[in-house]
């Protein structure tokens, strides 16, 4: 006969204890047939669709999803039968992302999308979206996005922002115009509106500012700034 320490029994009644322990009885539900039930891992959504009639639901579904996963889906989660479903893919358009966010990254297409329209047993009719989101908190909500968007252009400019015009330079072109049009102001060359002394030449052949330019272009502008 072998003697065990208290360790090793108080280990081995450990064991016997779990080896004791029943398997639960399975709980007396309607309709259980014995089949383990198991939490989905995907998502499944249901798209609105104002175009299909009441007799028709799509959704959008993983790529490695069937007709048959689908139909099993809608009617043991929710009952809902289903007499024909029609299944796409749809590819999504190629475009060029940086992760940086600054300058332009290698051409890439995203991930395709599985879409599936569904004929039901019986109509389903979409609600209708609410036009009152106070509840919801939406006007919150868009000002801190705006916000968002605002510091993050402000911090990572966009590579073509270089390239937008100057919307204060037009202005001031558009007042101009305006006033010789009704005729407050008389038209003069380029180099007299700019203040340009066409008898002092640099060494390159180019003119000489002086030092007064007009009030149209001064007007809430940094000389030289664009």
Request: zero cysteines; charged letters at 25%; glycine letters at 6%.
């Amino acid at each position: 006969m072998v003697r065990l320490s208290s360790v090793q029994a108080k280990a081995l009644r450990r064991l016997q204890n779990q080896a004791a322990v029943q398997a639960p009885p399975k709980p007396n539900w309607p309709g259980n047939v014995g089949k383990p039930v198991y939490l989905p891992q995907f998502r499944v959504a249901l798209v609105r669709t104002p175009n299909l009639t009441p007799r028709y639901a799509q959704f959008r579904v993983p790529l490695n999803f069937n007709k048959f996963d689908l139909r099993s889906y809608l009617w043991h989660l929710y009952g809902v039968a289903s007499l024909g479903i029609r299944s796409y893919v749809q590819a999504q358009p190629i475009t060029r992302v940086s992760r940086d966010g600054k300058g332009f990254g290698p051409w890439r297409r995203p991930k395709s999308q599985k879409r599936m329209t569904v004929e039901l047993k019986e109509p389903f009719v979409y609600p209708e979206q609410p036009k009152d989101l106070t509840p919801w908190e939406h006007e919150s909500w868009s000002k801190a996005e705006q916000f968002q968007i605002d510091l993050q252009d402000k911090e990572n400019p966009k590579p073509n922002k270089g390239e937008k015009p100057d919307q204060e330079l037009r202005d001031a072109y558009k007042e101009q115009a305006k006033a010789l049009l009704e005729k407050k102001e008389t038209w003069r060359p380029t180099w007299k509106a700019l203040g340009l002394e066409p008898r002092k030449v640099t060494k390159n052949g180019g003119f000489i500012a002086s030092p007064t330019l007009p009030a149209w272009y001064t007007k809430g502008r940094k000389h030289g700034a664009r």
